[in-house]
């Protein structure tokens, strides 16, 4: 069992510092499917602190590191890390797996984040068609700027970015409106209540739909059961992520997955 730190106790700078110096900051992989292969498409790199008091969530130390300016030095570790792990993900033979990372608000408006991408994929040899970057509209962007800006380095670069938690905010049509994304990520919460009515699967099946008609393949985030999965299939959805499919895992445990799922 994993310890969190204990409610209301601080992350502190030094701590998040040493951290860094420590190599304590980790990635967990979980994996996207296509729902009618069931093969995988693409990890998800989700960041976990390995702190000596124990396992710290990334809501609760990515703040600190932004307010802290710490954050972009923690890009290009991000970067490296993620796409290093991806390498070995190729050369054991799964060459058409993408890298999905979570990307922030302020890192986007840092101005170097490009030349940071472009590092990382120089040195690990990955091209940039294997790199997502994951942005949520749970964050304010200055999308009409924004979209002059890096998203057009993202585009020219070949770089994907996809929609993450799709639908939980009032500026999910904006993003819509001003951005081409490569994939659309339909909130967890969405999946969770699918079975709940009638009208919730209506909403889900017309999110699904306007996806399609925009030409974004869709991803339902979240699938827990069965039920649910086969639903999603039924309705078109094209991706899934879950723990039906797999938890969050270490690159370690990652590739015995994915061994598995090989030989199956
Ligand atoms: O794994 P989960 O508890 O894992 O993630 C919680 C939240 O933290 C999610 O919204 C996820 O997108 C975000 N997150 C996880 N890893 C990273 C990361 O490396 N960078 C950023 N900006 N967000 C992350
Ligand atoms: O914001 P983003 O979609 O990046 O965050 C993903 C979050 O969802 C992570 O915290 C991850 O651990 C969590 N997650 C992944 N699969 C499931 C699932 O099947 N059920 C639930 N409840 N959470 C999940
Ligand atoms: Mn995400």
Known sequence: MFLFKKKGQKVSESDLKRGLKNNEFVFYYQPEFDLKT?????????????????????NEFIPVLEQSG???????????????????????????????????GVQLKDKTLMKTIKKALDETKISPQFLECEITETQ??????????????????????????????????NYLRYLDFKKLKIDCDFIRTLG???????????????????????????????????????????????????RPLPIDQLMIFLKKKKEN
């Open 140 to 173: 304010p962007l200055d999308l009409p700027a924004m979209k002059e800006t890096i998203f057009k380095e993202f585009a020219e670069a070949g770089i994907k970015i996809s929609l993450d938690d799709f639908g939980t905010c009032y500026s999910s049509f």
């Open 38 to 58: 069931e093969k995988v498409i693409a990890v998800e790199a989700l960041m976990r602190w390995d702190s000596p008091t124990g396992i710290v969530p990334p």
């Open 196 to 246: 709940d009515n009638v009208r919730n699967r209506t909403i889900l099946s017309l999110i699904i739909q306007l996806g399609h008609i925009l030409k974004i393949p869709v991803l339902a985030e979240g699938i827990e059961t069965t039920e649910q999965k086969v639903w999603l299939e039924k309705n078109n959805c094209d991706f899934g992520q879950g723990f039906w499919f797999s």
């Open 70 to 104: 710490l954050i972009h030095k923690f890009t290009e570790f991000l970067l490296h890390q993620t796409l290093t792990d991806l390498k070995k993900i190729h050369e054991a033979g799964y060459s058409d797996v993408a890298m999905a990372i979570n990307v922030s």
